[in-house]
């Protein structure tokens, strides 16, 4: 079954410092990767996704993620850290059949920005 | 904004009760989710649907059941409420067909069981 670890519970940076969020993986074939982020009290917004080609994936609000398949990791990475990236960060891996578009989630990365 | 509307936005009522939560995906759209984000279990997948019809079941507990309206919307119904079925549930929406289509998620409705 697939399934996401999100290693780090909680990650406080500092504003205009880089940010990087740990995600690995367990799929039986080639997975869907995606990255969400929750801003409090909002729902889930998609940040990037990879399903093939280059193993370096541009998102929105300035945020990449490599795909490592020799890993099984899907690292999100920011070069500078703005104090309104302060949020949730869920890694989510799917779907796990072709009739079936679930995703699963890790447990989710809080992230802290500091001045 | 995602396009995807849930209704009630909270709810508060009492262990034993009967809520429906309701879900608009967005238009075009033909798959709903819907997903239960709770401390305790994070967030887990409950249910699928597509064009009307249960696509894949997840940890959804035999107290929950939904369905998906020939207009698409969709309704989550918990019955015999619990404390334990405090939590946010979200409804999330694509165009289906594809699975590289993204799944945009509605802001949730927040149920307290008291």
């Known amino acids: 079954a697939q399934s996401v670890t999100q290693p780090d519970i909680h990650i406080t940076v500092s504003e205009g410092a880089s940010l990087e969020l740990r995600c690995n993986y367990s799929?039986?074939?080639?997975?869907?990767l995606f990255w969400y982020v929750q801003s409090p009290g909002q729902g889930l917004q998609l940040l990037l996704k990879y399903f093939s080609g280059d193993t370096l994936v541009q998102g929105i609000k300035g945020f990449e993620a490599e795909f490592k398949r020799s890993q099984s990791s899907f690292n999100l990475r920011k070069p500078s850290v703005h104090w309104s990236d302060a949020a949730e960060y869920f890694c989510a891996v799917g779907p796990s059949s072709s009739n079936d578009y679930k995703l699963s989630f890790g447990a989710g990365t809080t992230v802290t920005v500091r001045a | 904004d995602s396009g995807v509307t849930q209704t009630p936005k909270h709810l508060i009522t009492a262990t034993g009760q009967r809520v429906t939560l309701r879900c608009s995906p967005r238009?075009?759209?033909?798959?709903v989710y819907w997903y239960q984000q709770s401390l305790d279990q994070g967030l887990q997948f409950l249910i699928q649907?597509?064009?009307?019809?249960?696509?894949a079941k997840g940890n959804i507990l035999e107290r929950f059941s939904a369905q998906q309206f020939p207009d698409l919307h969709s309704e989550l119904n918990l019955s015999s409420l619990e404390l334990g079925d405090s939590a946010l549930y979200f409804c999330a929406s694509s165009v289906a067909g594809d699975p590289h289509n993204e799944q945009f998620f509605g802001p949730g409705t927040r149920l307290t069981v008291l």
């Open positions: 238009s075009g759209d033909l798959s």
């Open positions: 649907y597509y064009n009307g019809e249960e696509r």
């Open positions: 799929y039986g074939a080639t997975p869907y």
